[in-house]
């Protein structure tokens, strides 16, 4: 009985972004914590905010613990991941691997973490290297090697591996040669982004891929062409330069961003660790970003924040009135594959499912066009 009231009580998210580290130790060309460097506010969450947010969630609720910072940099992250396991959550984050030794693998796999993403950038060493500096592809290769070697002699089959693969338009060329890489590794699952936020102007050049609706066309279809090359599943999460959906991918009506200050954002974007307003760069206009915040988790638990008045006007409308929003490059991402390549990534569905429905609806090429006559 107990059991049931709790869950019609809880609060319905399907995914919790947790950002428990804001420093990072990398330098990566293209991130907010290279290019904003002195505007950085750096924090680590406390573990004790943890309980705050998970209390009212329904367990089938997607834990990340991922920022703007290198998640596993905070002192705490095995005793926080633990909570969160043992409190019967998947859980996963998104690391450049530089700390990883094999005392953290042992306790990655012991702990049962469901998801192990590794960030990268470009499609060879020097690509990746350069881009994302202090990093290396192939300190990732090993690590992956090594994580399968425990994971077989465990025999557990988590963590999934995959890779987050950052893809520059100054990349592209190299990109469709990179198939032995994937097949030498073999992740359980690839996701190429192209980059969605430009925080300066050389960075807005590198966002879209194509320049022409043929050229796009080509690209696309050479990505649905280099994914049959590849034994591992690739998804791709491509800017479009030429429609603007109404709706964001990143299903801010079932998901939530808890900044390493506590702050509750509904997006990254929205919830850069920022001392101080910044520029970006939209569609060839500059624009000032400032974290939009609904509450602190260290004063209130998640539930009454997400509830508050201000929050759920801002999932209802907000997409459409926030300046930002309007014009955000997640809301022009290209659906890629083919349906029946899909494969069924319980974190992923929802965003999936938004991009297809997004892309059946070309018309959306006029609001683009409305939109940005209105810059
Ligand atoms: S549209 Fe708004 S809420 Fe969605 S990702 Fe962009 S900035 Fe965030």
Excluded at 133 to 150: A, N
Excluded at 214 to 231: D, G, L, P, V
Excluded at 356 to 375: C, F, I, V, Y
Aim: with cysteine.
């Amino acid at each position: 009985m107990f059991n049931i009231l709790k869950k019609i009580t809880n609060i319905n998210i399907e995914t919790v972004q947790i950002e428990i580290s804001s420093h990072c130790n990398a330098s990566c060309s293209y991130c907010p914590q290279h290019i904003y460097k002195k505007n950085i506010k750096r924090n680590f969450l406390k573990k004790e905010a943890i309980e705050n947010i998970i209390k009212d969630l329904n367990r089938n609720t997607y834990i990340h613990l991922q920022g703007w910072g290198e998640p596993f940099l905070h002192p705490d992250f095995f005793e926080i991941a633990e909570k969160i396991k043992k409190s019967g959550f998947t859980t996963g984050t998104t690391t450049n691997a530089i700390l990883l030794d094999d005392e953290h693998l042992e306790k990655i796999v012991d702990l049962k973490i469901d998801y192990l993403a590794f960030s990268t950038a470009g499609s060879t060493i020097h690509e990746n290297d350069f881009t994302r500096q202090k990093t290396s592809l192939d300190h990732i290769r090993k690590i992956i090697f090594k994580l399968k070697d425990i994971k077989k002699r465990k025999n557990s089959s988590k963590p999934k591996i995959h890779i987050a693969n950052i893809l520059l338009k100054s990349h592209l060329k190299n990109f469709f040669n990179s198939d032995f890489f994937y097949n030498l590794i073999k992740p359980d699952q690839v996701v190429v982004s192209s980059l969605s936020l430009a925080c300066s102007e050389n960075m807005e050049e590198e966002i879209f891929l194509s320049d022409s609706e043929n050229s796009f066309e080509i690209t696309t279809a050479r990505f649905t062409c280099f994914r049959k090359k590849n034994e591992t599943p690739i998804h791709y999460h491509i800017v479009s330069p030429f429609f603007l959906t109404e709706q964001c991918t990143e299903n801010i009506e079932k998901t939530s961003f808890i900044g390493a200050d506590g702050n509750v954002h509904p997006c990254v974007f929205l919830g850069l660790p920022l001392k101080e307003k910044a520029e970006i760069f939209i569609r060839g206009v500059k624009r000032e970003i400032s974290p939009l915040c609904f509450g602190n988790i260290y004063n209130q638990p998640l539930k009454k924040i997400w509830e508050s008045k201000d929050y759920r006007r801002f999932r209802k409308k907000g997409q459409k009135e926030n300046p930002v929003c309007r014009i955000c490059y997640k809301k022009s991402i290209e659906y890629v594959i083919e349906e029946e390549n899909s494969i069924k990534i319980d974190n992923y569905d929802a965003r999936w499912q938004i991009i297809r429905d997004a892309n059946k609806a070309k018309k959306d090429k006029e609001r683009l066009k409305h939109e940005l006559g209105q810059l």
